[in-house]
């Protein structure tokens, strides 16, 4: 059969775990061709172990002490923006950049609550009182002082505060020569002293960790303050201009380890913003985070970003294994909660263990849009709606300014609830505050697209295509309304370049596989997903998860067409407890799995009340698609139940038009 893959062409594949890192410190190679790359991933991926889900998900290691820990009386607190008093507002990075240094040192302190960046600085310019702060933190100490920077002076001013009682605990004045080495050594004396005065008894490994100087070269530590503070912005000229800063730094001094993790954290975000190739971003992001852990491996930031990075590789098992490190020795680091729960939920099927690690990261940074905003996610994830409905909430009471929490609450209207035309306004809103974004274009024209209006959806897409050409999800959006509508030419062009970057995604996976379908070549079908989901093709017992259990589905369809029906029933039924694991509502749900299996091993009647269930439930995410085109439900088309099904959407859709209409009128 021509979809088996050869022994020489599978081992002729490198795994994404080798990452480059034989080049010196100073240097992050050059990407491999993007193509070749994403395929060697998906190859990898798909080879790992992906059913994850048969784990205890309430009580992973080291998850109850990590809940206990975080819900104690221990000493607590928020370390404030230390105010810049020089006469030049530019250069409060670095007095931002200090105090974002005195968090982290505080962090690694297990004995200690600390209070993330974003939160405590929140309060910076405001007349709230310092028991209001705590309060609102949750803290029982506040740390606030001041730095003045002239030529080559240093004055930082610091004072610890009892948040019950207003007393100051401890104050001290710094005068120093402006240097690298003198920024540390102030950061370790300042962070000693609170430790003290909070009685936190430091063990020698601790002590030694305190004090350790990350950078000799005043230029790297200026230009990796001011990249940090351009960072938090998340604006895309600033972060390009972050990672600018950051090269600079990390010439000036090749040694210095946090700030290849910072290149790392900044390339990442760039991705995520459409203006960098992920697999460019990941390729250097690895080896930026290789680099610093190769001069220092005791940096919790360091494995909380390697552990993010690798979760999208397939490297599942490294990457537990670097947060769970992360955790040990950062366990005040807010961002490795909320990646390592956004780890267990998106990759490994966990999703209610990913809930507690959300819930510490909220605690740590309650006042951090995004981190709230990752925690709606994951209570999605869990099935946990009406709980993400007001999480969301809560984000806009945070920050109403927060542009995509409003795109976000309508995803999940439509995506769950089935309100779309209750969704598009949210949506329009976060499109009207980041218009330079094409990603609420796509969530627009995907709800037009349900609600039939196909002509609007195809405009949508070609304004998201005109803000960001060639990015492939604007092609993948273009593949499922180009199925619906019957335009074969323009998805098979769309198709090339979402499985250019996207080799397992499965929505145009299955657009070609039923073009193959169409043309009587179920050989050909089996193509499609040779390369990406090769594991689901061979004779061994393939293992289900997140990432392969539609294509599993989609391959058993082939497999019964090709008279193999004990292989495919095999694959369903190794499908059919992860699928049971996962809610059926939201993007990120099983959908029609459940359908799809039963109409594929021949049990109508059952495929259909499922069906039902599923539509009565407020299923309407691609549904057109779904129902009209997809092979797999062919056998179901010709009943009565079947028809009367896809009038009720018909009928519901036709509903939710004219109040669009009637709400646009208004």
Same mark, same amino acid.
């Given at each position: ?10 081992? !002729? ?60 009386? $221990? ?123 909070? $009685? ?11 004090? $350790? ?26 972060? !390009? ?201 796509? !969530? ?102 997140? !990432? ?119």
């Amino acid at each position: 059969m021509t979809r088996h893959m050869s022994s020489d062409r599978t081992a !002729s594949k490198s795994t994404p775990a080798s990452s480059p890192d034989g080049h010196g410190h100073g240097h992050v190679p050059e990407p491999a061709p993007p193509v070749r790359w994403l395929r060697i991933t998906a190859a990898a991926a798909a080879g790992l172990a992906l059913v994850l889900w048969y784990f205890d998900v309430g009580h992973s290691p080291g998850q109850d002490d990590i809940r206990k820990e975080a819900e104690s009386d $221990r000493p607590s607190i928020a370390v404030l923006p230390f105010a810049n008093m020089n006469s030049d507002e530019s250069q409060s990075y670095f007095s931002d950049g200090l105090s974002e240094e005195i968090i982290n040192s505080l962090s690694t302190q297990r004995g200690l609550k600390v209070i993330a960046r974003t939160s405590s600085f929140s309060y910076r310019g405001q007349s709230e009182g310092v028991s209001g702060i705590a309060e609102q933190l949750d803290v029982s100490h506040i740390l606030e002082g001041s730095v003045r920077r002239e030529d080559d002076a240093l004055r930082v001013d610091v004072q610890l505060v009892d948040a019950d009682t207003g007393d100051q605990v401890w104050h001290e004045q710094f005068d120093e020569a402006l240097s690298a080495t003198n920024v540390f050594a102030i950061r370790s004396e300042i962070a000693a002293a609170v430790l003290r005065s909070l $009685r936190i008894t430091l063990s020698s490994e601790d002590r030694a960790r305190l004090v $350790r100087t990350p950078t000799e070269s005043l230029a790297a530590l200026d230009a990796y303050f001011e990249a940090r503070q351009l960072m938090e912005s998340r604006r895309p000229e600033e972060l !390009s201009r972050a990672s600018e800063l950051l090269g600079s730094a990390i010439e000036n001094d090749p040694e210095f380890a946090l700030a290849y993790v910072a290149l790392a954290d900044t390339l990442r975000l760039r991705s995520s913003d459409g203006t960098l190739p992920w697999s460019v971003a990941d390729q250097q992001g690895i080896a930026a985070i290789r680099n610093a852990l190769s001069i220092d491996d005791r940096l919790g930031e360091a494995y909380a970003s390697l552990g993010h990075l690798l979760g999208p590789r397939g490297n599942y098992w490294e990457a537990e294994e670097a947060f769970k490190r992360g955790i040990e020795l950062s366990p005040n680091y807010a961002p490795l909660y909320q990646w390592y729960a956004e780890f267990l939920w998106v990759y490994v099927a966990r999703p209610r263990e990913a809930v507690s690690y959300a819930r510490i990261s909220v605690a740590l940074d309650p006042r951090s849009a995004i981190i709230n905003r990752d925690y709606a996610y994951t209570l999605i994830a869990a099935g946990r709606f009406d709980e993400a409905v007001e999480q969301y909430k809560a984000v806009i009471e945070i920050d109403p300014e927060f542009a995509p929490v409003y795109n976000d609450l309508g995803v999940l209207y439509h995506g769950v609830f089935g309100r779309v035309a209750e969704a598009i306004p949210l949506i329009e809103k976060t499109q009207s505050m980041s218009p330079s974004s094409p990603y609420p274009l796509l !969530s627009l024209a995907a709800a037009y697209a349900d609600l039939d209006d196909f002509d609007k959806a195809a405009s949508l897409l070609d304004r998201a295509e005109q803000i960001a050409p060639g990015d492939p999800r604007s092609a993948a959006a273009r593949v499922v309304l180009a199925a619906i509508t019957g335009d074969f030419g323009v998805a098979r062009a769309d198709a090339e370049t979402v499985l250019k970057n996207w080799p397992w995604h499965v929505p145009t996976l299955r657009y070609l596989r039923d073009q193959e379908l169409a043309n009587g070549g179920v050989p050909m079908a089996f193509e499609a997903y040779e390369f990406s989901f090769s594991n689901l093709l061979g004779d061994d017992p393939p293992l289900i998860g997140p !990432s392969n259990f539609a294509a599993a589905i989609d391959i058993a369809y082939l497999l019964v067409l090709e008279g193999r029906p004990e292989r495919a029933e095999k694959i369903l039924q190794l499908a059919k407890p992860f699928i049971e694991s996962r809610p059926r509502m939201s993007w990120f749900g099983s959908m029609l799995a459940d359908v799809r299996i039963q109409a594929i091993l021949g049990n109508d009647e059952q495929a259909l009340a499922l069906l039902r269930e599923a539509v009565d439930a407020g299923w309407r995410v691609s549904w057109r698609f779904e129902l009209e085109h997809d092979m797999a439900l062919s056998s179901l088309r010709e009943t009565p139940e079947y028809a009367a099904i896809i009038e009720t959407i018909n009928a519901d859709m036709k509903r939710q038009r004219d109040s669009l209409h009637e709400s646009e009128r208004q």
